[in-house]
Each structure stands twice: as C-alpha cells, then as structure tokens.
C-alpha cells in the first residue's frame, strides 16, 4: 500500500520561497510517476508539477519558471522549491503519486490530471502566502 507524508507548510511573504517535501513508501516499481497537486479554497484541485523515474518533468504554465519539482534518487523523497511566491499560490498541497503503466499521455502531469481517481495521495500541507 503506497503512503505519502507531506511536510513543510506554512505561511511566507509574497515574493518568498519556501519547500514542500513527500515521504513515499510502499512504491515498489520504478515505473513510478509523483506529482504535486494544490486546492485552494473554492476551487478545484490542480495540477501543480509532475516528475517521473526517467526524468521527465511537466509544469502547469501558472508556475514555469518559479517552483521547481524534484525528487531524492536514494530514498524517494519528492520535493517542490516554491520561489517568486505569490498570494494566488495560496492553498493544500498535495503529493500523488501514480504507476506510468495508467497514463496515456506524453505530459505527465496532465495525464495525472486526466486520472486523479486513481492517484494516491498524501493528506496535503497548507501553504498561506501573504501579500
């Protein structure tokens, strides 16, 4: 049974950064794709980053160039580097974490996306950027 932990939440300044980590286990393929996802308040959940085993990445265009998704090769940790925060970046960010074998498209993320019902997921982080 995969299990995502998410940890480094919190509040920070528009304009700040700030790094949000995912402890994966039970992941026992490597044909593994991980992923971060965020809510906020009224809205639907969206696609934040995506990576893959092979090293691949995919980016929602709202975060290009700012966050930055990687992922620890000894122990699997998943990570997003936030820089150039902004109040829109407000909301629960979640890990997910899904097998390639289920996505049909060449974008990552966007295949996560496509289908989230079938995703793991972590119980999300709360980041608050302030103005």
């Known amino acids: 049974q995969v299990k995502l932990v998410e940890s480094g939440g919190g509040s920070v300044q528009s304009g700040g950064s700030h790094r949000l980590s995912c402890v994966a286990s039970g992941i026992t393929s490597s044909r593994y794709v991980m992923g971060w996802f965020r809510q906020a308040p009224g809205n639907q959940r969206e696609g934040v980053a995506a990576c893959d085993s092979d090293g691949r990445v995919s980016y929602a265009d709202s975060v290009k160039g700012r966050f930055t998704i990687s992922q620890d090769k000894d122990d699997g940790t998943l990570y997003l580097q936030m820089d150039s925060l902004t109040p829109d970046d407000t909301g629960m960010y979640y890990c997910?974490?899904?097998?390639?074998?289920?996505?049909?498209?060449?974008?990552?993320?966007?295949?996560?996306?496509?289908?989230?019902?079938?995703?793991?997921w972590g119980q999300g982080t709360q980041v608050t950027v302030s103005s």
């Open positions: 997910a974490a899904v097998s390639r074998d289920v996505l049909f498209l060449d974008d990552i993320l966007l295949a996560m996306t496509v289908v989230q019902a079938l995703l793991d």
